[in-house]
Nanobody, 121 residues
Framework: QVHLAESGGGLVQAGGSLRLSCAVS????????VGWFRQAPGRGREFVSS????????NYANSVKDRFTISRDNAKNIVTLQMNSLKPEDTAVYFC??????????????WGQGTQVTVSS
């Protein structure tokens, strides 16, 4: 069983930055890809970014490319999402998930509880 816990969400003004962390515990963590998804009120879960098991392949949604950076530290079992130049439309609950490195939510078997990110205009 793999457990994930997000942290680092909060309220920030447009143009600001936040760093989200996903702590992964138990199981063969290092063999999983980790993805970040987000869900805004009234909308479906949206792919944000993913990173493969050893960190040498990353993928980003077009909406966050060049603003967000994903990285992982397998020694510490942490995946980080650095979010810069935040926009009000980035407001959502952000989830990390472990599974296969695809932009499809159903490819991920394990999910965290989510952390709220709110960007004010």
């Amino acid at each position: 069983q793999v457990h994930l816990a997000e942290s680092g969400g909060g309220l920030v003004q447009a143009g600001g930055s936040l760093r989200l962390s996903c702590a992964v515990s138990a199981g063969p963590y290092s063999s999983y890809a980790v993805g970040w998804f987000r869900q805004a009120p009234g909308r479906g879960r949206e792919f944000v970014s993913s990173i493969n098991w050893n960190g040498d392949s990353t993928n980003y949604a077009n909406s966050v490319k060049d603003r967000f950076t994903i990285s992982r530290d397998n020694a510490k079992n942490i995946v980080t999402l650095q979010m810069n130049s935040l926009k009000p439309e980035d407001t959502a609950v952000y989830f990390c998930a472990a599974g296969s490195a695809t932009p499809v939510a159903s490819s991920y078997q394990y999910w965290g509880q989510g952390t709220q990110v709110t960007v004010s205009s």
